[in-house]
Structures are given as C-alpha cells and as structure tokens.
C-alpha cells in the first residue's frame, strides 16, 4: 500500500528545502488524505523522515497535522509522538504539548534509541515547563500587565 512513501519524503524534503510552505502543506495535505483513507500505517522511517524535514525548517503547523494523523492512523514511535509535542510547543500550545509529554510511553523502555528518545522527550518537559511558567515576553512585562 505504502510502496510510493519514499516519494513522499522525497517531494515534501524539496518542498522543505525551497521554503515553499504552501507547496509542502499541499503534499501534507495529500498525504492525510490518503492515510484517513488507508487502514495500514504509514512506514515508521518514512513518517520519521517527513516530520523532521518539516522540523528543520520550522514548518510546525504542517508538521504538527502530519503527526497527529500519523499517530491517529496507528503510529506508534516515541519519536513521533515527541515531534508532535514540538510542534504543539513551537506553535505557543504549551498545555497540549506538556499533555503529550506527561503520558507515559510504553515504547520508550529498552532499546538505546528508546533511551534517547525518552531523554528528549523529558528535555523538551523541560522547555513546556518554563515557557508555561514564563509566558509573557519582556514587551508586555514592560507594558505594565502584570
């Protein structure tokens, strides 16, 4: 079923790389069609691949759609789940993010990758924690609000 996933990739690492924006959330979209469409999950590597290519170029909002469908359609990879969490946290959705984070992970015992894995997932806990602690930038604290 996922034979063309690699073409996936492929044209949304393109679109990445071009900054083309729309162009990437038109394959995101295609994508997320298809899998509400499919009962077989996506292939884990691939689905890895996409979410970091929409990562290292900060497109968070076509990022964070990927994931949720990826996860929705039975994707269980720790590593996805924190991506999704980074995005939800990238796009100011602190309670969202820290809510992905707190759950525990069955995946993540085991294996050195789930060990890593585990450790980003607690550092970037970390982050929710202090943007949700911190929220107000220097402007608005200067402003008198609070």
Do not use: H
């Not at 990879?77 to 924190?82: G, K, L, Q, T, V």
């Not at 796009?91 to 980003?120: F, H």
């Amino acid at each position: 079923m996922w034979d063309d996933a690699p073409e996936f990739t492929a044209r949304l690492r393109e679109a990445a790389d071009a900054f083309d924006a729309v162009g990437a959330a038109a394959i995101c979209d295609e994508l997320i069609a298809r899998l509400r469409r499919c009962n077989e999950p996506y292939p884990e590597r691939e689905a890895k691949r996409s979410i970091g290519q929409l990562r290292r170029k900060r497109m968070f909002a076509p990022m964070q759609r990927l994931a949720d469908v990826f996860l929705q359609s039975g994707q269980t990879s720790p590593e996805i789940r924190r991506q999704y969490a980074q995005s939800l946290l990238d796009q100011g959705m602190v309670s969202a993010a820290i809510d992905v984070l707190e759950k525990p992970d069955r995946d993540t015992a085991g294996s050195a990758d789930a060990q890593k894995e585990n450790a980003e997932a607690r550092g970037l806990l970390g982050r929710s924690y202090k943007q949700q602690l911190w929220p107000l930038s220097p402007e608005r604290a200067s402003d008198g609000w609070w």
